[in-house]
């Protein structure tokens, strides 16, 4: 998965070669950060004002704060097996998992 941040200064990737998120910098394609993962990181999202990234994976959503890389908070615990996430304008997160079912959570206060 890839991701622009939305002032398209970074690029944000996942995957299962090392189940971690890397931060690279969006010009120069240096990379900045690694925010390692117990699993796969399927699916990636910014908010709209690039203050957090949010990561979907085969363990808890993390939530990492953009200006310090430290993760904020962490959604559903391993039973949720996200599989894809998306924020509605409004910064509502939206994820699908294994377990058929949509879940819909309020980022503000990390409740569903």
Known sequence: TVIY???ATKIAT???DENAVKIWDG???ELLN????DFIVRSLVWTSDGKKLISGSYDPIRIYDT???????????????????????NDRL????????VRLWNIDTNLQ
């Open 5 to 7: 941040s939305p002032d």
């Open 14 to 16: 996942g995957g299962d």
């Open 27 to 29: 010009k120069t394609g």
């Open 34 to 37: 690694t925010l390692k993962h």
């Open 67 to 89: 200006a310090t890389w430290q993760e904020i908070a962490n959604l559903g615990g391993r039973t949720l097996l996200v599989n894809a996430i998306t924020l509605s304008q």
């Open 94 to 101: 939206l994820c699908a998992s294994d377990h058929k079912t």
